[in-house]
């Protein structure tokens, strides 16, 4: 028994979106440290420098904590708009969690498995990114970020695909090391 033919309708033409029109664009940065965990420079600091690159946000993301948040940082300075989540430093893996709350509720995710913290970050109306996932050890430098191995978990909402950071770390030499705290412009 044969199918009778059907008339297909043809597609109908796209058209943008209402909101196309309304788009705009904005240049920022995330994933940035400061004083408050493993950064060297404090807030005032980063307004300065992003003002003067021409960035109109910021992401704060200090290791498991917002002290920037409950310190008040959060919000328009100077032009830049300045947004504090933290990133998650558990063993399994970084990541990021934006849309959190004040209080001790991030040191405690550190110590819990991916698909846990993750879970609680969304529960909780946050976001999570999966930050550095390919991770770098490098011990004469006393750094040991593991590789992001949780990849069947659907429960994170995005992923950091370049960190400076660790691209400098991973092709750096203890010669290179001190010419670039020699001339720092010439790395960047």
């Known amino acids: 028994m044969t199918q009778p033919e059907t008339e297909t309708e043809p597609k109908p033409e796209r058209k943008a979106s209402e909101h196309a ?3 705009a664009e904005y240049v920022g940065v995330v994933h940035v440290h400061t004083k408050y965990s493993d950064g060297v420079v404090d807030m005032d600091s980063v307004i300065d420098s992003a003002r003067d690159a021409g960035l109109d946000f910021v992401v704060i993301t200090d290791h498991n904590c917002v002290t920037a948040l409950e310190a008040g940082w959060q919000g328009w300075h100077d032009g830049v708009l300045i947004i504090v989540g933290a990133e998650i430093s ?3 893996g970084h990541c990021i969690a934006l849309n959190v709350e004040k209080g001790g509720n991030i040191k405690r995710l ?3 498995a991916p698909a846990e913290f993750l879970g ?3 529960r909780n109306g946050g976001y999570s990114f999966i930050a550095h996932p390919r991770g770098n ?3 004469e430098f006393n750094i040991n970020v593991k590789s992001w191995n949780d990849w069947d978990l659907e429960t994170f ?3 950091e695909i370049w960190s400076y950071m660790h691209d400098w770390v ?3 030499t203890l010669t290179s090391f001190f010419e670039a705290a020699r001339n720092p412009g ?3």
């Open 137 to 139: 050890v490098r011990r």
């Open 21 to 23: 029109t309304k788009l």
């Open 186 to 188: 010439d790395f960047i």
């Open 157 to 159: 909402d995005g992923i």
């Open 120 to 122: 609680i970050i969304a």
């Open 90 to 92: 558990a063993r399994a």
């Open 110 to 112: 550190r110590k819990k």
């Open 170 to 172: 991973r092709n750096i």
